[in-house]
């Protein structure tokens, strides 16, 4: 009987030490409806949400509850994939430098400061829908600034002999009124065209606004273009971002999310 009960004990003994090496299976995230993240960055976000909508069998009265699921589901697998790129970037030893992390970090915290303000005092006010495409939208940013490095790998020559000019915020709310034609040059007319049409509606936005926010939020979008160096994609992105959360939801939206 010993005997038997030793063994036993054995067994059960090497059965944990087996079960103890065989590694934990992650958890899959059920909002991505089985798919791996490879599968779901092929489709646009507009496209993944539609789609999720359609697999979960969602209508316009639940609407609000899935769009902040399948937006945040497809934000991680963005996150992801960004996070691959920078994780490259460091091993290869072409990354961005310490000093232009940390100020790449004060841009996103100002980012931010503007998207709270500016869902605030938006018209309507913005709902679950709004704040969930917001949230979406702004990882644009993060990305976009690792994949600049990328591209100084890429192709060095072409980006260190051309370095993007940086356009200065305008320091007075009078400034946010809408551009004028004769800001626009032969060599970059399609950029300034894109610039251009952005500061317009940014600034009827702005100007459809009561004083006392029209001076917040200014205010606050001087804390994301006027103390950090952007290229002008950068730039624009961050104007079409401003455009997007001031807009009211709808079809006819000027800027729909990126990606």
């Known amino acids: 009987m010993r005997a038997a009960i030793r063994t036993a004990v054995l067994l059960i003994a090497a059965a944990g030490i087996a079960s103890g090496q065989t590694p934990t299976r992650q958890k899959t995230d059920p909002d991505r409806l089985g798919m791996t993240c490879a599968q779901i960055s092929k ?3 507009t496209e993944w949400i539609a789609y999720f909508g359609e697999r979960t069998r969602v209508d316009a009265s639940n609407a609000s509850s899935s769009i902040p699921r399948s937006a ?7 996150d992801a994939r960004t996070d691959a790129l ?3 970037l460091t091993r290869s030893g072409k990354g961005p430098s310490k000093a232009a992390r940390a100020d790449f970090s004060d841009l996103e915290m100002a980012l931010k400061n503007f998207e709270t303000k500016a869902l605030a005092d938006a018209q309507p006010p913005a709902d679950p829908q709004k704040r969930a495409y917001a949230a979406l939208y702004e990882k644009q940013f ?5 994949e600049s490095y990328e591209r100084k790998i890429a192709k ?5 002999s051309k370095p993007a000019p940086s356009l200065q915020l305008p320091t007075t709310a009078k400034d946010t009124a809408p551009a004028t ?3 626009s040059s032969p060599a970059d007319s399609t950029d ?22 029209l001076h917040e939020l200014h205010a606050a979008f001087g804390e994301v273009l006027g103390l950090h160096e952007l290229d002008n994609e950068m730039r624009l992105a961050v104007y079409r971002y401003a455009i997007f959360l001031l807009e009211p939801s709808s079809p006819e939206s000027s800027y729909s999310p990126p990606f």
């Open 43 to 45: 489709m646009t976000s």
């Open 72 to 78: 945040a589901a497809y934000g991680k697998c963005y």
């Open 86 to 88: 920078a994780a490259s």
């Open 142 to 146: 993060r990305c976009q600034f690792y």
């Open 156 to 160: 060095p020559d072409a980006a260190e």
């Open 181 to 183: 034609s004769n800001q």
């Open 192 to 213: 300034t065209d894109e610039m251009t049409k952005a500061k317009n509606r940014f600034g009827e936005l702005l100007g459809a606004l009561p004083d006392d926010k």
